[in-house]
């Protein structure tokens, strides 16, 4: 299992949908800019963050492949907000 060091978190983006709710069809370039995501491993002391859903910087993090799954390596710094709802 991969432990991120200092001030940094794993984060799964969340899926881009294709079109708006209103039926619109966003380009493809438009899909790629996922902007949330989900912490799934944290450095010490960043506990509290384990498992929430995160915006993150438009230009953050390093892309790695692990089990065969896409994830960030972002600095926490780099997390702009942390989802409070349900």
């Known amino acids: ?4 060091m200092r001030d940094t978190v794993l984060v799964k983006k969340i899926a881009v949908k294709d079109t708006t709710e209103g039926g619109i069809v966003l380009p493809v370039e438009q ?3 996922t902007l949330e995501g989900t912490v799934t491993h944290v450095s010490d002391g ?3 963050l384990f498992g929430k859903k995160v915006l993150f910087s438009k230009f953050s993090g390093s892309e790695v492949k692990v089990n065969s799954e896409s994830l960030l390596i972002i600095r926490v710094d780099d997390i702009l907000a ?4 349900e």
């Open 46 to 48: 960043y506990n509290h």
């Open 82 to 85: 942390v989802w409070q709802g």
């Open 31 to 33: 899909q790629g800019l």
């Open 1 to 4: 299992m991969w432990v991120p």
